[in-house]
């Protein structure tokens, strides 16, 4: 069994950067696309980032397109999310999850971003 954990969160001004990171200890996600999600307070979860199994292919949703990349290290077993030009509306708690999306088979507790306009 994977388990994840997202790190990297915090308070940042508008027009700031943040890293966020995800660990996967037990069974790696070499081999697997991962997904950044995130969850603003009162709405529902929504896709941020996607990348393939070897850091090839990625994907974004419009709303971060150019701001945010997403990349991995399987050799840390470790997937990135560097975000930058954050916006208030980008706070949220974000999750990272292994798995193609819509059929995810493992999530991380999720870390708060708070972006200060």
């Known amino acids: 069994q994977v388990q994840l954990v997202e790190s990297g969160g915090g308070l940042v001004q508008a027009g700031g950067s943040l890293r966020l990171s995800c660990a996967a200890s037990g069974r790696t996600f070499s081999g697997y696309p991962v997904n950044w999600l995130r969850q603003a307070p009162g709405k529902e979860r929504e896709f941020v980032a996607a990348?393939?199994?070897?850091?090839?292919?990625?994907d974004y949703a419009d709303s971060v397109k150019g701001r945010f990349t997403i990349s991995r290290d399987n050799t840390k077993n470790t997937v990135y999310l560097q975000m930058n030009s954050l916006k208030p509306e980008d706070t949220a708690v974000y999750y990272c999850?292994?798995?193609?999306?819509?059929?995810?088979?493992?999530w991380g507790q999720g870390t708060q971003v708070t972006v200060s306009s």
């Open positions: 990348i393939g199994w070897s850091g090839s292919s990625t």
């Open positions: 999850a292994r798995g193609r999306r819509g059929g995810y088979d493992a």
